[in-house]
């Protein structure tokens, strides 16, 4: 799997808008990029994940370079709630032993009132 | 969300203790898996699982031991704990295919402390 580049933290005003960037200069044709997140003492928590094109849900958006070099998620509106450590994962499209998830060190953000 | 749910979630127990974590999910998910976190570092993989009957070891060496007999079911046993094996344990699951059904999900984790 390739490797993924995150700030070791980020801080966030509630309310507006955080975007977490992950850079992945070394993803592959068929590595799909993911991101969880992990509450202090919770399991990591799935988000989003995308191939080539932007992706949306009620979570979050994830925005892809069209290079694939690097990515960015956006939470539209942070709340307090949303202050945990965020991973950025590249990973092959099949669970076999080649394409275990691995966490790196992740993006622990802040949201402050 | 994922319905996949581990026990115990916190458990306190002295050293030489046989311990087993359970782990139970109802999303009919072929591969599980089993991760070990300390607290404030990163998760490593111990053991994983593609089917029943079907056990590897994971990148992260681990005295702990796992059992696949029915689908639902992957529960992590220590014969004999020590102060060392202190660390939260987190169970997952995901299905086939590619994109959405390649997707991880994780329970909420088991708290261990040896004393």
């Known amino acids: 799997d390739a490797k993924t580049t995150q700030p070791p933290s980020m801080d966030c005003a509630e309310g507006r808008a955080a975007n977490l960037p992950c850079n992945h200069s070394t993803i592959s044709g068929n590595e799909y990029v993911y991101w969880y997140r992990q509450i202090h003492s919770q399991g990591p928590q799935y988000i989003i994940h995308?191939?080539?094109n932007n992706e949306t849900n009620e979570m979050a958006s994830l925005i892809i370079t069209e290079d694939r070099k690097s990515s960015t998620l956006i939470l539209p509106h942070a709340t307090l709630r949303d202050t945990a450590v965020y991973y950025c994962i590249v990973r092959g499209p099949y669970n076999n032993a080649g394409n275990m998830l691995t966490f790196g060190g992740g993006t622990r953000l802040m949201v402050k009132p | 969300e994922a319905d996949i749910y581990q026990t115990p979630r916190y458990l306190v127990i002295g050293t030489g203790k046989k311990i087993t974590l359970e782990c139970s999910q109802t999303m009919g998910h072929d591969k599980m898996y089993w991760y070990q976190q300390d607290p404030g570092m990163e998760l490593h993989l111990i053991h994983y699982s593609y089917g029943v009957n079907s056990t590897e070891k994971g990148d992260l060496s681990s005295e702990s031991t796992v059992s696949r007999i029915r689908t639902e079911h992957f529960p992590l046993t220590l014969e004999s704990a020590r102060p060392s094996h202190t660390s939260q344990y987190l169970c997952?699951?995901?299905?086939?295919?590619?994109?959405?059904?390649?997707?991880?999900?994780f329970g909420e984790g088991s708290w261990l402390t040896v004393v």
């Open positions: 997952a699951s995901s299905g086939t295919g590619t994109g959405v059904g390649n997707t991880i999900y």
């Open positions: 995308g191939l080539k």
